[in-house]
């Protein structure tokens, strides 16, 4: 089966009766007029129905917790969404973790993960029972048992460890292979498991968690991280008599941002997960483990659109013609960070033959600031709209005030409604930390 990470689009897009490109029912081009652009636009459908599919295509193990990293895209109203399917969230931050518990997450199923975290965040952790804590380092596994024993609280936690898996996707989102700031390294586990059994009463070691990176369209690597998951688990317990009982394997799986990305489904990637267990549980003499899923990008990449206005275009003689947006860079950095290649549509007349190349260029103050590089448009006007597809994961939640440009709004579209989720910045908003001191007031 298909599923909804190997589409271009979200899975409710089509061309309506005006000729305009409408997402859960709504005209693009009203919900450019209605809420301004740069505008995000989230499909409720896609989202559930994906977040469906992880359930389905896992259903056929028995231990199975699915959890949404949610520096993909974090807001309440996806909180809700996601907590309604039955997922707990993957945290990374203070941030995250107070956003989740305020939307009403159930935080028993909730992970706290990352390779810095504060003090602060451990003990605001604790205290709202966050379900697991990923520990990532020595440091870690101190200031943790010190913020559980003053809370009086025994905490279930897992290793983050390093795998030692290469993957082919860009170097900035690798993780999983050695030479990376995530995690123990195999080497460490050892040292790590003896100081928690010795010295680090408050703490409850229960598994093993990897990440290896992300937008992968390989399957066999999930299958060798289980096996290598597996393997650590079956020597702890030969050398400690410690049985783990979970394994988290991360997210990663890619999503199709153009026509030539051939991403997996999920349950290609369920399938290979499952059979490494029970190829490699035995081998490694360990019980069969509960597993945690952690996608990010597969879940909520699709199911979001970027909207833009078209403004200026330049014609360089004999060279590029460059046709400008209202945004760019700031609410889209993936382009300029990752060299990320984007699809985009007119919204507005969808059906015009594609008969120039341009670049289509961001409104910031930066060369770099191009969102696509020489691509096939029907010629572009003033006041057309562009729909850029699958901009939903790391889109906003990467997004800056870079030029001190406002922040778009999100829209969520569903059945012909749209009601928004993050309110487009004021310039209120955007001085409201800034401070002028006493003897510089004018
Ligand atoms: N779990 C852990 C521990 C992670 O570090 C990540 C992503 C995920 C899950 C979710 O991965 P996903 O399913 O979304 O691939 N900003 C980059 C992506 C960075 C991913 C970081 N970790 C980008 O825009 O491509």
């Known amino acids: 089966m298909t ?43 896609t989202i559930r129905t994906i977040a469906q599919q992880y359930k389905s295509a ?30 707990g969230f993957d945290m990374v931050s203070g941030g995250e973790i107070y956003t989740a518990s305020t939307a009403g997450a159930d935080m028993k199923k909730c992970l706290f993960n990352g390779n810095n975290k504060s003090y602060d965040e451990l003990q605001m952790a604790v205290e709202l029972g966050v379900g697991l804590i990923s520990v990532d380092n020595f440091l870690e596994l101190t200031l943790l048992n010190e913020v559980a024993k003053s809370n009086n609280k025994t905490v279930d936690i897992l290793l983050r460890v390093t795998p030692g898996i290469e993957c082919h996707t860009h170097e900035y989102i690798q993780t999983g292979h050695l030479d990376s700031k995530f995690g123990f390294d195999l080497t460490q586990t050892d040292e790590a498991v ?13 598994g093993l968690h990897a990440h290896i990176g992300s937008q992968i369209f390989e399957t066999t690597i999930y299958y060798d991280e289980v096996d290598v998951l597996l393997k650590e688990m079956g020597r702890i317990k030969t050398k400690y008599g410690l049985n783990l009982t979970h394994i988290n394997l991360g997210g990663g799986l890619g999503i199709k941002y153009t026509e030539s990305d051939y991403p997996p489904s999920i349950d290609e990637i369920a399938d290979k997960i499952i059979t490494s267990i029970h190829d490699n549980a035995p081998k490694y003499n360990v019980e069969l483990p509960e597993i945690h899923i952690e996608p990010g990008r597969s879940i909520i990449g699709t199911s979001g659109v970027t909207l833009y206005t078209v403004g200026s275009s330049k014609q360089v003689p004999n060279g590029k013609k460059y046709v400008a947006v209202d945004g760019g860079m700031a609410d889209n950095p993936r382009p300029s960070l990752y060299q990320a290649v984007y699809t985009a549509e007119v919204a507005n007349r969808p059906d015009d033959k594609a008969t120039e190349t341009v670049t289509i260029a961001g409104r910031f103050c930066e060369s770099g600031d191009i969102l696509i590089k020489d691509v096939k448009m029907p010629e572009l006007k003033e006041g057309d709209i562009l729909c850029f597809y ?7 939640s990467m997004s800056s005030n870079y030029n001190r440009v406002l922040k778009p709004a999100a829209v969520l579209v569903n059945n012909s409604q749209s009601d928004i989720i993050i309110n487009r910045e004021s310039y209120e908003n955007l001085v409201a930390c800034d401070v002028i001191p006493e003897r510089l007031k004018k």
């Open 58 to 87: 896992f259903s056929k193990y028995p231990k199975v917790s699915m959890l949404y990293a949610s520096k993909a895209f974090m807001t309440k109203a996806v909180v809700r969404i996601l907590d309604e399917e039955g997922f």
């Open 390 to 396: 699958n901009t939903g994961a790391y889109g906003y």
């Open 3 to 45: 599923t909804a990470n190997q589409s271009l689009k979200p899975i409710t897009t089509q061309i309506n009766d005006d000729n305009h490109i409408e997402i859960g029912g709504c005209d693009l081009v009203e919900l450019a007029q209605q809420y301004g652009t740069p505008l995000y636009v989230y499909d409720e459908k």
């Open 194 to 206: 003896e100081l928690i059994i010795d010295e680090y009463k408050n703490l409850n070691l229960v």
